[in-house]
């Protein structure tokens, strides 16, 4: 029976997941406590040029590891963000500075991590060593945006199905805006809310404005190692990408591309921008929903697929909450999918229980 799969490769013949992915704390410690195996938005390199040292709260919201970037102006460095002395955190705001200290007892780091100074330590042998350098941890960059992780796997490879669509886009140039910024907390399984993104089905029945800027029947998801791509089609009239004859959908009329990569990334293409949704898992029934925004043209903001994110937001935090109560039923094991609306829901659980 162990070689069984918990969904069937088949979509046609598969069971959605199990309902204890979504209720149970043991099967919820057991996933998240992998997710540091993964690659993660840290932020756009343009919001290093003026805050030079950047904390990275949404990485330690979703692996429980402190990490900060710098730029010492020639080198980008990521970095542990805890002291080396006793543990204290050593820095918590973005600022701008030459070096990191330590609130705690002022032990102090280049921008790159070494070791340079600490009171009162004049006495004691055989100090300092590598281990009070602070650890590094891997960084890359693509298009101006960088990740990270806590255990290297290829990033090329990773990033390459993003690269061979979407690599015409000046993401380089994206300006971050802060105003973009929104945090939800939601009281629902991260699971659940990876599952309501990845699937047009409910467009329809719950974002009237959304489904009145997109083509429904022209949606359309493919699937990735370690993702999914869904592309929404404008309606005559709406507000698409401008496509150069090297992109692949060259003559297509394309709304918006919704980009997920496991387990909680959401990198969403607008004519207008950028909007980076992160899913940070908080407890088996509780999740937090965070979005960063880089416009790209400031005059197609507030139109077509991406015009009103705050609205859709709420309506998909109805729909997904409400479902955590379903799924918390006795009555709940698990259904079935639609093989023309729910392969980007089929390919997740796939991941997710082979994990």
């Known amino acids: 029976m162990g ?43 343009n919001q290093l040029d003026r805050l030079n040292v950047m904390p990275l709260n949404d990485f330690e ?8 970037i710098t730029n010492d102006g020639t080198n980008l460095s990521c970095l542990s963000n805890v002291c080396t002395h006793r543990g204290m955190i050593i820095t918590n705001e973005p600022c701008s500075s030459n070096f990191l200290k330590c609130p705690y007892h002022g032990r102090t780091f ?5 070791f340079t100074n600490m009171p009162e330590f004049d006495m004691v042998e055989n100090f300092p060593t590598m281990d009070d350098n602070l650890a590094e941890y891997p960084l890359e960059m693509w298009n101006g945006l960088l990740f990270t992780t ?20 000046p993401i380089n140039d994206f300006i971050y805006d802060k105003s973009r910024d929104r945090s939800y907390e939601i009281e ?20 009237n404005d959304l489904h009145g800027v997109l083509d429904y029947d022209d949606y359309r998801t493919e699937i990735f190692e370690g993702g999914v791509l ?28 919704y980009y997920w990569i496991f387990p909680g990334l959401m990198l969403n293409f607008y004519p207008w921008g950028l909007s980076v ?79």
């Open 150 to 169: 806590l255990k290297a796997t290829s990033f090329q490879d990773w990033i390459s199905p993003l690269q061979d669509r979407i690599g015409w886009l």
């Open 230 to 257: 869904q592309i929404g089609i404008a309606r005559e009239g709406e507000p698409c990408f401008d496509l150069p004859e090297s992109s692949p959908d060259y003559g297509q009329e394309i709304a918006a591309y």
């Open 3 to 45: 070689d069984i799969p918990i969904i069937d490769p088949d979509i046609t013949m598969a069971s959605t997941l199990p309902s204890k992915y979504y209720t149970e704390p043991t099967v919820f410690d057991q996933i998240i406590g992998k997710f540091g195996n993964h690659w993660h938005f840290a932020v756009h390199k």
């Open 277 to 355: 949704n992160i899913v940070s898992p908080i407890s088996v029934n509780r999740t937090k929903i965070t979005y960063h925004g880089y416009v790209w043209d400031e005059e197609k903001l507030g139109k077509g697929a991406g015009g009103d994110l705050d609205k859709v937001e709420m309506e998909d935090q109805f729909i997904v909450e409400a479902t955590q109560r379903g799924v918390s039923s006795r009555a709940y094991e698990r259904g079935r999918y639609s093989p023309t609306r729910e392969m980007g829901v089929h390919h997740f659980h796939r991941i997710l229980t082979s994990q």
């Open 110 to 114: 280049d921008l790159n991590g070494k």
């Open 61 to 68: 919201n979703l692996t429980k590891e402190p990490l900060v």
């Open 188 to 207: 629902a399984n991260w699971a659940l809310y990876v599952d309501n993104y990845l699937e047009g089905f409910h467009i329809p029945y719950v974002h």
